[in-house]
């Protein structure tokens, strides 16, 4: 089953801690790992189909993250984390 964003956005978050810019295309293989996400649900389409759902899960969970400041995009499809953002004292507080 693909998960919805907000279930994708701690994960992105935790794979971003490490200080460095990341390419969209290279998180969605390690989060599809992570949520058992299947090869056909990763080539299920949007409604238009013009791109996968989950990589518009993905694509949200990051867009969010940025409105948040917790991400920063530093160009088409790459971002890192903000800097200064702990992301262990993320992590406490949604286990909560």
């Known amino acids: 089953m693909i998960p919805d964003y ?5 994960p992105l978050l935790q794979l971003a801690n490490d200080g460095r810019e ?3 295309g290279d998180v969605l293989q390690p ?5 058992g996400v299947t090869e ?4 299920q389409t949007v409604p238009k189909g013009r791109q996968t759902l989950f990589y518009n899960r993905v694509h ?11 991400l920063e995009i530093t160009r088409r499809a790459h971002f890192q984390i903000t800097e200064g953002v702990r992301i262990p004292a993320i ?6």
Do not use: P, V
């Open 6 to 10: 907000q279930k994708l956005m701690l």
């Open 22 to 24: 990341h390419r969209m």
């Open 31 to 35: 989060l599809a790992k992570q949520f």
């Open 91 to 96: 992590a406490d507080r949604c286990s909560d």
């Open 60 to 70: 949200w969970a990051k867009t969010y993250l940025a409105q948040a400041s917790l």
């Open 40 to 43: 056909d649900e990763q080539a």
